[in-house]
């Protein structure tokens, strides 16, 4: 068959759990579905699409990561926050509940748990560079930083995860500068399933309650699944640490949180020419943390949910063609609630409560299908146009009115072209496969006017056991809402509070923060080359050898991302403005919405010894590059199967915040990606018992405020699970799974933390959990 032979050709590209992307698959030949009960009457499709393009069955020049539903049990992940922060291409920062909250170690505003969900933030480019989608589908932006909450999806419901870790603005707008993250939802699902899981850290904290329920069917011109999960997680203190027992108790340096998250999906064929469907999600986290500040403790509660609805119908046309039009409408509310308690005498001051609003309207028709008819197969065009806005509002329910507020639309149009050169039906000597693709697509936005990204492809087969591929594009990203239209404000503090020593008593600093509506846009030029090796001879086993580069120009950076140390740290020395004039400080505080004086004292120009820029500005440069290696063996092993698997990601990035002056590196530093990356691991397979084993390594970074690296971070994780199959055995259908992480209770590196009242490691890069255990128990009916 046209799909087993093209199938051959194909490189198993990823990380974690990798798996073959099929470039093109049809109705003879279709995807296994193991959730699928094996008497259930399947539903048809006459293609299926690969994250990456927008042409059904097409090929996608760059590397694809693929985590499927079976591979993601066997090594023990409970829910998809887990699942991207395994895989090394991942920046375990950003928005992430283990990370600490109120940026306390300075790590940036992007770099701190606000929501307490999980976000994708490929390449370490910031969670607002990497695209979510689900099922194809933009979701709600979340909070100020547009984190797409991806944990928010029950695992119970995903088929497959895919990630393209490229530039892919061309194919799917902005923000997909470091790449896209796609879930894909299970299609058919027989049955109800129950289950229960339970764990704890043996350290102490993160005492876990979780309880799942799926159930599905199908008939003869659709089908459904539907979800629910409730979770409860008891947090982590500061005191159940010995490396964090000096922090003033409450605090936590794990959160607490309850969840509860429900989700739908139907299709429904309407005649044998039409089919509809309707992907649904609901989710509501509250969290409950604590951290010291200030000789205050501020106790937060937020509380986030997120709503989502994608409604499409595809009509299929003669000669191949389709016909699509659909919508994808998200709301994402996070009400962050802050009390601050004096742990003296036990008074309490509400310090916050403010809600993060965000909603995203998207709606698109498109067209697919076949342009001409080649000796090597069919050449496929994809096209399409759409409208997309989002809306950002920062509300004060403590005043009852907003303090930021913004919006943004755009018109969009998109062509996708795939055109294959040479396949199995005319190979020759050194030629078995070459395809080309190249796309573009226009936007036009109401704040930056009009911009045009561009992607070009190229794969290349010479045999059966090699394929090469590379692609090189544009991609733009626009400056988040929260960035343009952050209240911007003036903030006069003594020179100590800033870090600043041997000035006067009665001398001040003023601070200039907050947004910046003059931002321009921000575009990067990518490219990326692979090599895949899945010898016929060998069969089972496949890897992959990818190189990677992204050029960011106007990146949106904080400048200055530890305020307490603005005056002492030389990196801020360029933000600085010595003994500026009144005029200068004058004119700050024109443009600023609100000027502070918290000194005490009256406000007198002439005793002004520094004035500290730290708005969002557009930084002249930033670049990664690196490469990626991942591969794959399964064998027969005795009675059983064994498989080998592992990947690892290399990379270095830079940043220039002005014309001229000179490089900063990022990667391998505190706060931002480690220069490696790496998991690896054995699945041994027998009947219905997998044993899984799996190391995790992190590089150490280096605190360059004391020119130290850190040690490096290496945990192992196992999973056993046993399930009952067969039907007519007592018990059937139960699954039993023991998953034990960081086996060794393996403890964070430390460093010294520029505030005594931050932890002291890189909660970015590092875990405070410690081993942590859990049993679960499942039953399908």
């Known amino acids: 068959m046209l799909a087993a032979a093209l199938a051959s050709l194909l490189p198993v590209h990823g990380a974690a759990a990798q798996t073959a992307a099929v470039d093109r698959e049809v109705a003879e030949d279709p995807p296994a579905e193991t959730d699928v009960d094996a008497g259930a009457p399947p539903v048809e499709l006459e293609t299926v699409q690969v994250t990456g393009t927008r042409v059904k069955g097409g090929t996608v020049p760059s590397p694809v990561v693929v985590l499927d539903a079976e591979r993601i049990r066997e090594e023990g992940f409970h829910d998809l926050g887990e699942v991207v922060r395994s895989i090394p291409q991942n920046f375990t920062g950003g928005q992430n509940p283990g990370v600490t909250s109120g940026n306390l170690a300075g790590a940036g505003l992007a770099n701190q748990n606000i929501t307490g969900g999980s976000s994708l933030n490929l390449r370490g480019l910031g969670p607002d560079a990497t695209l979510t989608l689900l099922n194809g589908r933009r979701m709600a932006y979340g909070t100020a930083v547009q984190a797409v909450d991806i944990s928010a999806i029950p695992v119970e419901a995903v088929s497959r995860v895919e990630i393209v870790a490229d530039g892919a603005s061309a194919i799917y707008g902005s923000d997909a500068v470091a790449g896209v993250g796609n879930v894909v939802l299970k299609r058919e699902y027989e049955g109800v399933t129950l289950g229960a899981r339970y764990g704890a850290a043996t350290e102490g904290g993160l005492g876990t309650r979780e309880y799942t329920a799926t159930a599905g069917t199908t008939w003869g011109s659709g089908g459904l699944i539907a979800t629910y999960k409730s979770a409860s997680v008891d947090p982590i203190r500061a005191a159940d640490r010995d490396y964090t027992a000096r922090l003033v108790p409450p605090t936590s340096i794990y959160p607490g949180s309850e969840l509860g998250s429900a989700l739908l999906s139907l299709h429904q064929s309407i005649g044998s020419r039409v089919e509809f469907t ?10 409950s943390y604590d951290f010291f500040l200030l000789g205050m403790n501020t106790h937060a509660t937020p509380r986030t949910t997120t709503s989502f609805v994608a409604p499409a119908i595809e009509v299929f046309l003669a000669n191949d063609w389709s016909l699509s039009a659909g919508a994808a409408l998200g709301r994402d509310r996070h009400r962050q609630y802050q009390v601050r308690q004096n742990l003296g005498n036990g008074a309490s001051v509400l310090q916050l409560d403010e809600c993060y609003c965000n909603e995203s309207r998207v709606y698109e028709m498109s067209a697919e299908g076949p342009v001409a008819s080649l000796a090597a197969g069919e050449a496929r065009i994809a096209v399409g146009v759409g409208y997309r806005n989002n ?17 943004d639309g755009s018109r969009f149009a998109y062509a996708e072209l795939d055109v294959p050169l040479v396949s199995t039906a005319n190979a020759r000597a050194g030629i078995e496969r070459l395809a080309m693709t190249a796309a573009v697509r226009g936007e036009d936005y109401d704040t930056f006017g009009s911009v045009t990204t561009p992607k070009l492809g190229l794969i290349y087969g010479p045999t059966g056991d090699v394929t090469f591929r590379a692609s090189t594009g544009r991609s733009f990203k626009a400056p988040t809402l929260f960035e343009r239209n952050y209240m911007s404000f003036v903030q006069l503090e003594a020179p100590p509070y800033f870090g600043g020593t041997g000035f006067p008593a009665d001398a001040s600093a003023m601070y200039f923060g907050g947004g910046n509506p003059d931002l321009e846009a921000e575009r990067a030029r990518t490219w990326s080359a692979s090599m895949a090796f899945h010898p016929r001879a060998l069969p089972g086993f496949e890897a992959e050898l990818s190189w990677f580069h992204i050029d960011f120009t106007n990146r949106v950076k904080q400048p200055i991302t530890v305020a307490s140390q603005a005056l002492r740290d030389p990196v801020y020395r360029q933000f600085i403005t010595d003994a500026p004039s009144a005029e200068m400080q004058q004119r700050a505080i024109e443009l600023a919405d609100g000027f502070y004086n918290r000194t005490g004292l009256p406000y007198d120009p002439a005793k002004v010894v520094a004035l500290i820029d730290g708005r969002n500005l557009n930084a002249s440069r930033q670049t990664a590059r690196g490469v990626d290696l991942s591969g794959s063996w399964r064998f027969t092993a005795g009675a059983g199967e064994l498989t080998l698997r592992g990947a690892a990601s290399w990379m270095e990035s830079t940043e220039q915040m002005r014309a001229g002056e000179s490089h900063r590196d990022l ?19 027998l009947g ?15 605190d360059t405020a004391a020119d130290r690296k850190g040690g490096s971070f290496t945990t192992l994780d196992m999973t056993l699970r046993y399930a009952i199959g067969r039907r007519n055995e007592a018990g059937a259908g139960m699954q039993f799974e023991l998953t034990a992480q960081n086996l060794f209770n393996r403890a964070p590196p430390l460093f010294t933390p520029l505030r005594d009242y931050a932890p002291p490691y890189d909660s970015t890069n590092y875990s405070p959990v410690g081993r942590y255990l859990s049993l679960s128990v499942s039953r399908q009916f």
């Open 278 to 287: 309707l992907d649904a999600l609901r989710t509501r986290r509250e969290q």
């Open 391 to 407: 809306e950002f509002t920062q509300f004060n329910h403590i005043t009852a009115r907003p303090a930021t507020h913004g919006s």
């Open 667 to 685: 990667a391998g530093t505190l706060f931002n990606p480690p220069k490696l990356r790496a998991r690896a691991g054995a699945v041994w397979d």
């Open 688 to 702: 219905g018992f997998t044993a899984s084993t799996f190391a995790n390594y992190s590089d150490g970074v280096t």
